[in-house]
Nanobody, 121 residues
Framework: QVQLVESGGGLVQPGGSLRLSCAAS????????MGWYRQAPGKERELIAR???????NYADPVKGRFTISRDNAKKTVSLQMNSLIPEDTAVYYC???????????????WGQGTQVSVSS
């Protein structure tokens, strides 16, 4: 059973920093793209950062220059370093990964359980 487990959410003041982490486990043959989504109350879930298996990255405009995504292929983890946080960053953050399980000749999308990030004074 493939599973993604997130950690690192919490409450932080504007201008502060948080680091989110996500670990994949289970019967995994390979991991392609990994990324982070977020969803604020009353808004649709949006992709904020993505990292390909080759290391290339993409960021949504609101977080460019402030957030950094990284991955450790040996540990099967992806992280999101969030700096200069603003109240608009308040949302539930979800880890995402496109994974090919063992003995399956296809890739599927997997999601973490979500972790709350709140930015306020």
């Amino acid at each position: 059973q493939v599973q993604l487990v997130e950690s690192g959410g919490g409450l932080v003041q504007p201008g502060g920093s948080l680091r989110l982490s996500c670990a994949a486990s289970g019967s995994i043959f390979s991991i392609n793209a990994m990324g982070w989504y977020r969803q604020a109350p009353g808004k649709e879930r949006e992709l904020i950062a993505r990292i390909h298996s080759g290391g290339s990255t993409n960021y949504a405009d609101p977080v460019k220059g402030r957030f950094t995504i990284s991955r450790d292929n040996a540990k099967k983890t992806v992280s999101l370093q969030m700096n200069s946080l603003i109240p608009e960053d308040t949302a539930v953050y979800y880890c995402y990964a496109k994974i090919q399980p063992y003995l399956v000749r296809a890739e599927y999308d997997y999601w973490g359980q979500g972790t709350q990030v709140s930015v306020s004074s």
